[in-house]
Structures are given as C-alpha cells and as structure tokens.
C-alpha cells in the first residue's frame, strides 16, 4: 500500500495575497457580525453623547464670578 501526498485545498498564504488591508477588513467583518459589539458601541457612543451633554450643560450652569460680572471688581 502506498501513501500519496495530501494536497491542501487552499493555497499557501503569499505576500501579496495578506496585507493590511485584508487584515483591516476581516476585523470589520467580525465586528459586524457579531451583534453585541454593535450594541456595546451604539450603548458607548450614547454614554460619551450624554457625558459631552451634561459636562456643557454644568460649565453654563457655572457662569462667571459675581464680581467679575458686576463690573465692580479688580
């Protein structure tokens, strides 16, 4: 009996055929398809939303000194 060589179906990975850019799109691939990714940034981006909201709304809440506002001080 003898043994044959077994042939990969897939041929070997080249420097042309890899690269950043396939690598950047695999990674998106994977991010879309996994849904709790989506919802992880969609939940993110509405934290940073409503940080962003109220960080300003506390700063006009502040305004300025009274005195600086008066006119009468230094």
């Known amino acids: ?31 879309r398809t996994v849904r709790g990714w989506m919802l992880a940034m969609i939940v993110a981006i509405g934290a940073i939303a409503a940080f962003v909201f109220v960080a300003t709304s506390v700063s006009r809440s502040c305004g300025t000194p009274a005195s600086s506002a008066s006119g009468t001080g230094t």
């Open 1 to 31: 009996m003898t043994t044959g060589t077994v042939r990969s179906r897939r041929p070997a990975p080249s420097a042309a055929h890899g690269g950043f850019g396939r690598l950047v799109h695999a990674e998106w691939t994977k991010f």
